[in-house]
């Protein structure tokens, strides 16, 4: 085949600089295995071009038809010596009512008269497939190239072997180009691309990739939670950070439940971010990690899509209290040491081989239930040495208003009567009066009173002890509890069930 595989490969050429852009790439990373439609039938050629996109086909077929049609090489005698000869004095006739490409019927009559005829042209092809390893470029310039170099050939072989059958049906264009195409269609799927295109394909992802973030729980086992390309077996170490350890092909999240759900928040950027506010958090540390592939899959995002180095910044809060969330940002970085930005809770100096701080005071505690009972916006109002009967008159008919040790304690939901000046200069002519107003956009009000004016004094002051007001978790509950120390009341978890039926 020596003399015939160089004249393959010099007419190749000269088809293949005829071969349009788009339908080469597309051919060039064709991926779809052939379905086999046993009623459509057919030879392997035929199927595999009803998988390939009709339009791109038919685009191909307009490119080529005149110039395979000039094209008079014709292959040695020997090989096509497998082929039958078509019986003399034959008649064929087929029906075709659901083929899209106008190639469909010449190659069906090729396959018709000549049966084994498009399989032998697949053969040939296969035997003198184009070296293209060394091709470099971009994706879209590589995935060009394998396909229009591979479609020259296949051309080229199919017109020639249909050439040297000689028959009307034979010597039609249109069935060389759709046997050439249903070959390369069939045959570059199980073909690897070229080296240089795995790295081109990384280069586009990033040159494509927009930074991106998401919200998740993420399910945990055995005190930690992973992310990860795939399953793996590594134990990891926690002890250089306390919260966060690279492993194979991602990294690991120590947490403090053992089992269960926790909510994490994810962010993936291109660049080092900026130290969050580090007091919102409980420990925050960063290690480097390696993705083998990229784009590991987490809730309902994935991390950047392609492998190398990359840095991981975890913020973690709640694991000594059980009520923990999490925050991940991941960005392409080279390798670094670990570093360890804050580091507050028992669960981290426990792994990090440290002595464990005394456990946190958390005085707002006992109102948790309240902020999370009220949801986004409520005022939460107590006067002292009234009557429910003496403080309605200053609220709407659908605040819930009920008796408390030493007290009023007054609820409203979506409003703020509470709040205003006025209304706790009346409320505390005989006494106390304080109140907490928050509304969904985060706006707070924090009021206290004292006989008939609002004050800011050694009380007030005491009423705020402890209560971290920098730190957003439980801002609301914080807020309330200022108001209940102020006023010097309890608000008893008896009118839970009042307050939860009025919010709900």
Known sequence: MGDFAKLVTEAAAAIEALIPDEPAAT??????????????????????????????AERLL???????????????????????????????????????????????????AHPGASDLILGHVRALLPDISDTEG????IAVKRGASHLAVAVVVSRAVLNAIGTPAATD?????????????????GLPM?????????????????????????????????????PSLTEADFSATGLVAAIDTGF??????????????????????????LAQWDEVAEISYTA????????????APWPGEFRVRVCATGRDEGEERYELTLWPAPATDPLVHRKTDRVGHLLRGEPAPLPISRPERPYQWLEEDLGPAATVTIVTNAGVADVVDEFEEDSIAVAIDGGVLVVELNNYQGSRVAVLQRLSRNGKAASYHWNA????????????????????????EGLNFSDLRHLDAKGITAVVRFTGTVIPETVRELVSSSAG
């Not at 264009?173 to 799927?189: D, F």
């Not at 991106?212 to 990860?228: L, R």
């Open 62 to 112: 307009g490119a080529l038809e005149l110039a395979v049609a000039r094209l008079d090489l014709v292959a040695p005698a020997e090989l096509i010596s497998a082929l039958a000869p078509p019986p003399r004095n034959a008649a064929f006739g087929f029906m075709s009512m659901s083929e899209r490409s106008a190639m469909a019927l010449p190659m069906a009559a090729v396959d018709a």
């Open 441 to 464: 956009n985060r706006v707070t009000r924090l009021s206290f009173a004292r006989d008939g004016q609002l004050t800011d004094d050694a009380d007030t002051r005491k009423a705020l």
């Open 173 to 189: 264009p249109a069935a060389a180009i759709g046997i050439a195409i249903g070959t390369c269609a069939e045959i570059l799927p």
């Open 138 to 141: 971009d994706e879209q310039a």
């Open 194 to 230: 070229p080296p240089a295109y795995e790295r081109a394909m990384r280069d586009k992802r990033r040159r494509e990739f927009q930074p991106t973030s998401w919200q998740t729980e993420a399910m945990v086992f055995g005190h930690q939670f992973v992310v990860v390309e795939e």
């Open 27 to 56: 051919l060039g990373t064709h991926a779809a295995g052939r379905r086999h439609d046993r009623y459509a039938g057919g030879s392997a050629a035929q199927q595999a071009l009803r998988e390939f996109s009709a339009l791109r």
């Open 292 to 303: 083998v592939a990229g784009a590991a899959r987490f809730g309902h995002g994935s991390t």
């Open 252 to 277: 690991a999240v120590r947490t403090g439940v053992e089992d269960g759900k926790v909510p994490v928040s994810v962010q993936v950027v291109l660049d080092e971010p900026r130290l969050p506010d």
